[in-house]
T-cell receptor
Framework: DAKTTQPTSMDCAEGRAANLPCNHSTISGNEYVYWYRQIHSQGPQYIIHGLKNNETNEMASLIITEDRKSSTLILPHATLRDTAVYYCIVRVDPVISGYSTLTFGKGTMLLVSP | GAVVSQHPSWVICKSGTSVKIECRSLDFQATTMFWYRQFPKQSLMLMATSNEGSKATYEQGVEKDKFLINHASLTLSTLTVTSAHPEDSSFYIC????????????FGPGTRLTVL
């Protein structure tokens, strides 16, 4: 699976949009971009994933650049409960590959402040 | 979404004793379960992958005789830390993935193990 690079930490004011970047310049054509987050002392939570089109769900939006070498996770109206470590992970769709291993990097610590 | 539970949520034990951690998929059948370990201020590290009814596959550097994994049913996997030592103190997290069609893992809330 391709390697990802994320900033170590970011700050965001409550109510503002949080934009979390991720670089994955070695991504392959059949690899998806996944985002998980981990609130302190809890298990990771799935947020969103995408291949090449922008995706949106009730939690967030995922913007993937046309060359697919980077992406941005957008939390449109950050709340204090969004304070967490956000992990960007690239992997082949397990439905296709037959396996489902996730490799976690260091992620981005997002601190949402009042 | 799918729910995965872990029991206990935290445990304190004496050095040399064994500790069992349970991971259950509550509303779906988990064909594959994963066990991760997370030390303070570090990321999750995959320890092993288990498929129901077969032996677990351990990651390099993880001692299979120390971390016994059993995946006897489609809803339950257990991790037993045998002869625990203080360096085994960590946050242990399981995840599960279901039948074809699921392409994300569902994580449990984690178990905090402290070995005295």
């Amino acid at each position: 699976d391709a390697k990802t690079t994320q900033p170590t930490s970011m700050d965001c004011a409550e109510g503002r949009a949080a934009n979390l970047p991720c670089n994955h310049s070695t991504i392959s054509g059949n690899e998806y971009v996944y985002w998980y987050r981990q609130i302190h002392s809890q298990g990771p939570q799935y947020i969103i994933h995408g291949l090449k089109n922008n995706e949106t769900n009730e939690m967030a939006s995922l913007i993937i650049t046309e060359d697919r070498k980077s992406s941005t996770l957008i939390l449109p109206h950050a709340t204090l409960r969004d304070t967490a470590v956000y992990y960007c992970i690239v992997r082949v769709d397990p439905v296709i590959s037959g396996y489902s291993t996730l490799t976690f990097g260091k992620g981005t610590m997002l601190l949402v402040s009042p | 979404g799918a729910v995965v539970s872990q029991h206990p949520s935290w445990v304190i034990c004496k050095s040399g004793t064994s500790v069992k951690i349970e991971c259950r998929s509550l509303d779906f059948q988990a064909t594959t379960m994963f066990w991760y370990r997370q030390f303070p201020k570090q990321s999750l590290m995959l320890m092993a992958t288990s498929n129901e009814g077969s032996k677990a596959t351990y990651e390099q550097g993880v001692e299979k005789d120390k971390f016994l994994i059993n995946h006897a049913s489609l809803t339950l996997s257990t991790l037993t830390v045998t002869s625990a030592h203080p360096e085994d103190s960590s946050f242990y997290i399981c995840s599960a993935t279901g039948l074809a069609g699921y392409n994300e893992q569902f994580f449990g809330p984690g178990t905090r193990l402290t070995v005295l």
